[in-house]
């Protein structure tokens, strides 16, 4: 990874900046929402005591019969198609009896549905009816309560029979349409207002199932209240709908209405309103149940509430952009809860606080980022180029032989007076490559030296072997000389090829170029070798047409010879040789190929340096080695503008050794 590259992602660690925002207006919102919560509790608790010392609410002891408002005229038929819009709200009662009751201004609806798929039947007035299929109504008012046994052993209109002494105000007889499939049957009624009903209790009897045949279930009548809602209209503050609600979550009263308006600080639009809801209000209640005009409201929060305990939740409004605080707590008389007060205020000014806030410390946020990131890549930019300049002094300082370059000698390294860690970074290069070219300097001169320095004690030495050949010496001594002469010899030679790479570097430097066809050159060359090569095969492949350059010839032809020499350590007495010669884009190529163990990878770099030899150590009588000829093709290759390249062939049966030749400059006369 790059330095800009991480210097970009340390400068992402500024993100945490907005995110930290984001948390700190999260939680300024969630403040803001628990004060307007507690506020309205507050005030739900003071209607609730004020609803309470008006005696207001009626208290409730156990369940009630809730008895809704008929939306639709209402036929007494003993079907459930007119009750459809308010099924949904049917109480239970027995066994699996369901009961709806509905009023309108021509009286109050009761209908009644039993499961029964194992019919036994018998008329109301049959001595056995009590043992046969029935349903028992309980009806209850300021004098008194009267049990009415309802029974049909046909579909159609039935009469209830009175099973107690008449009371003043309530009919002897209840008319009643009965009806029955295979599910089971179906009672519907209805009473005048006149009966002024007060409890009403419910039993159904199966025969198939057993139990008691006059069992009920009495509870009190509750419905929608206006004098309660004008009561609660009173007290309730503006803007704030309420509701009061039965302990079991059924609608006893309803004032005002939710302010949904757009308020003096405008409405929020729909990305505001979705950032809101996403990042911040993440705790809202849905508004389907809350918002709806429905007879009973059974939320966990009502539940709470009716156990005691007050509870505060925020939903989502029915507008864009709004949000619904709804506070519920209990109506209490005596240390009993006869209600639930529900208060709903609607707010736009918390969301578009929060949007505000979080939307202006947003842009702050991104715009030190921007800034901040601006500034962190002109730096690691700059520190990149810097660094790059560095990079590439040092590699065009030296060359591929350890020496310098002579830009370098005559030029100081760059950046060497910045005064950073840069600068000190370049000095201390500065330092090592000037130690580095005169540690270099020493060993490139060290051969001629030690050439220089040998050649005297060489010729003493020689000498006293000579004046030994004609002194009297006994005979086992004479193996003794012959060895020491052979040593200085061999010795010899080594200070001679010390003494010849020296010079082969100043001829390389001081050859003559000329325009000449490498083809007569490589021919020539091949033309000499064969002589040479013995049983090998040697192979010369030649272009057909004249390949030009301006050279050395004798220098190319050099190379040659120490390519060859080298060859010949390395291929098998019966093996093959391949010269060969071709033209390139810039100049041209010659290569020998040579049969023979490939070459090492570790090697492969090194081939062409001084001193480095792969052929195994000399053995007594050998000449030695020095490692010389291929450095010698090196030179002669970089004195003509190009390199020598050494490679495995791809086949592995041997290598290849290339110059890849630009040609040497011409050289201008002076007018």
């Known amino acids: 990874m790059t330095l800009r590259r991480k210097l970009l992602l340390v400068a992402l660690c500024t993100l945490a900046l907005p995110v930290a925002g984001w948390l700190?207006?999260?939680?300024?919102?969630?403040?803001?929402?628990?004060?307007?919560?507690?506020?309205?509790?507050?005030?739900?608790?003071?209607?609730?005591?004020?609803?309470?010392?008006?005696?207001?609410?009626?208290?409730?002891?156990?369940?009630?019969?809730?008895?809704?408002?008929?939306?639709?005229?209402?036929?007494?038929?003993?079907?459930?198609?007119?009750?459809?819009?308010?099924?949904?709200?049917?109480?239970?009662?027995?066994?699996?009896?369901?009961?709806?009751?509905?009023?309108?201004?021509?009286?109050?609806?009761?209908?009644?549905?039993?499961?029964?798929?194992?019919?036994?039947?018998?008329?109301a007035g049959d001595p056995d009816a009590l043992a046969a299929d029935h349903l028992i109504l309980s009806l209850g008012d300021a004098q008194g309560r009267q049990r009415y046994l309802l029974a049909s052993a046909a579909p159609g209109a039935v009469l209830g029979r009175a099973?107690?002494?008449?009371?003043?105000?309530?009919?002897?007889?209840?008319?009643?349409?009965?009806?029955?499939?295979?599910?089971?049957?179906?009672?519907?009624?209805?009473?005048?207002?006149?009966?002024?009903?007060?409890?009403?209790?419910?039993?159904?009897?199966?025969?198939?199932?057993?139990?008691?045949?006059?069992?009920?279930?009495?509870?009190?009548?509750r419905q929608y209240s206006t004098a309660l809602s004008s009561e609660l209209a009173r007290l309730v503050p503006d803007r704030v709908q309420a509701r009061v609600l039965s302990p079991q979550g059924w609608l006893l009263a309803r004032s005002g209405r939710l302010n949904t308006a757009p308020g003096a600080?405008?409405?929020?639009?729909?990305?505001?309103?979705?950032?809101?809801?996403?990042?911040?209000?993440?705790?809202?209640?849905?508004?389907?149940?809350?918002?709806?005009?429905?007879?009973?409201?059974?939320?966990?929060?009502?539940?709470?509430?009716?156990?005691?305990?007050?509870?505060?939740v925020w939903r989502n409004g029915e507008e864009r952009g709004s949000v619904v605080l709804a506070a519920a707590v209990p109506i209490e008389h005596a240390g009993q809860v006869d209600g639930v007060l529900l208060l709903e205020q609607a707010s736009r000014t918390v969301p578009l606080l929060a949007n505000r806030a979080l939307f202006g410390l947003l842009l702050t946020s991104f715009g030190v980022?921007?800034?901040?990131?601006?500034?962190?890549?002109?730096?690691?930019?700059r520190l990149s180029l810097r660094l790059g300049r560095l990079r590439?002094?040092?590699?065009?300082?030296?060359?591929?032989?350890?020496?310098?370059?002579?830009?370098?000698?005559?030029?100081?390294?760059?950046?060497?007076?910045?005064?950073?860690?840069?600068?000190?970074?370049?000095?201390?290069?500065?330092?090592?490559?000037?130690?580095?070219?005169?540690?270099?300097?020493?060993?490139?001169?060290?051969?001629?030296?030690?050439?220089?320095?040998?050649?005297?004690?060489?010729?003493?030495?020689?000498?006293?072997?000579d004046n030994l050949e004609h002194a009297a010496m006994p005979a086992d001594a004479q193996p003794y000389l012959e060895r020491a002469r052979d040593g200085v010899a061999r010795l010899g030679t080594l200070v001679r090829a010390m003494s010849e790479s020296s010079r082969m570097e100043r001829a390389i430097s001081a050859a003559e170029p000329e325009d000449v066809d490498l083809r007569e050159v490589v021919r020539g060359c091949?033309?000499?070798?064969?002589?040479?090569?013995?049983?090998?095969r040697l192979d010369c492949d030649l272009p057909t047409v004249p390949l030009h350059l301006h050279c050395a010839p004798e220098l190319l032809a050099q190379a040659l010879d120490k390519l060859l020499d080298n060859a010949l350590s390395f291929t098998p007495a019966d093996g093959w040789l391949r010269l060969t010669l071709h033209a390139t884009a810039d100049g041209a190529a010659m290569s020998l190929s040579n049969q023979g163990p490939a070459l090492p990878a570790a090697m492969q770099g090194r081939l062409f340096d001084s001193l480095v030899s792969l052929r195994d150590k000399a053995t007594?009588?050998?000449?030695?080695?020095?490692?010389?000829?291929?450095?010698?093709?090196?030179?002669?290759?970089?004195?003509?503008?190009?390199?020598?390249?050494?490679?495995?062939?791809?086949?592995?049966?041997?290598?290849?050794?290339?110059?890849?030749?630009?040609?040497?400059?011409?050289?201008?006369?002076?007018g």
């Open 526 to 536: 091949a033309e000499a070798y064969r002589p040479l090569v013995g049983q090998r």
């Open 24 to 123: 700190y207006v999260r939680q300024m919102e969630t403040l803001l929402r628990e004060g307007q919560a507690q506020a309205l509790q507050a005030s739900a608790r003071a209607v609730a005591r004020s609803l309470v010392v008006t005696g207001a609410v009626t208290p409730q002891d156990g369940s009630v019969w809730y008895v809704q408002h008929a939306t639709n005229p209402i036929t007494v038929d003993g079907y459930g198609d007119d009750w459809a819009p308010l099924t949904p709200w049917s109480q239970r009662f027995g066994h699996g009896g369901r009961l709806l009751l509905a009023e309108d201004r021509d009286g109050l609806y009761l209908y009644a549905q039993v499961p029964d798929t194992r019919r036994t039947r018998a008329d």
């Open 265 to 312: 600080h405008g409405q929020p639009g729909w990305f505001a309103s979705l950032i809101y809801r996403s990042l911040l209000a993440t705790r809202m209640e849905r508004a389907n149940l809350w918002s709806q005009d429905v007879p009973r409201l059974d939320t966990r929060e009502v539940v709470q509430a009716s156990a005691g305990k007050p509870v505060s």
């Open 620 to 670: 007594p009588g050998d000449a030695p080695h020095l490692g010389l000829g291929l450095y010698v093709v090196r030179l002669v290759a970089e004195r003509h503008g190009g390199v020598a390249t050494a490679r495995n062939l791809d086949d592995g049966s041997g290598v290849a050794f290339t110059l890849q030749l630009k040609g040497m400059p011409r050289q201008r006369l002076g």
């Open 163 to 221: 099973l107690d002494p008449p009371v003043a105000g309530l009919p002897d007889l209840l008319p009643a349409q009965w009806q029955e499939d295979g599910s089971g049957f179906r009672v519907e009624l209805r009473l005048p207002h006149r009966h002024a009903l007060q409890t009403l209790g419910v039993g159904a009897y199966v025969a198939a199932a057993g139990g008691n045949p006059l069992a009920v279930e009495n509870r009190p009548l």
């Open 369 to 381: 980022l921007l800034v901040a990131g601006g500034i962190l890549l002109a730096f690691a930019t």
């Open 392 to 465: 590439n002094a040092a590699e065009r300082a030296q060359l591929g032989d350890g020496r310098l370059d002579g830009l370098f000698r005559q030029e100081r390294f760059p950046m060497t007076d910045a005064p950073d860690e840069i600068g000190d970074l370049a000095r201390s290069f500065e330092r090592l490559f000037e130690v580095v070219d005169g540690y270099t300097d020493y060993l490139r001169t060290l051969a001629s030296k030690l050439s220089h320095e040998l050649n005297t004690p060489l010729a003493i030495v020689k000498s006293s072997l």
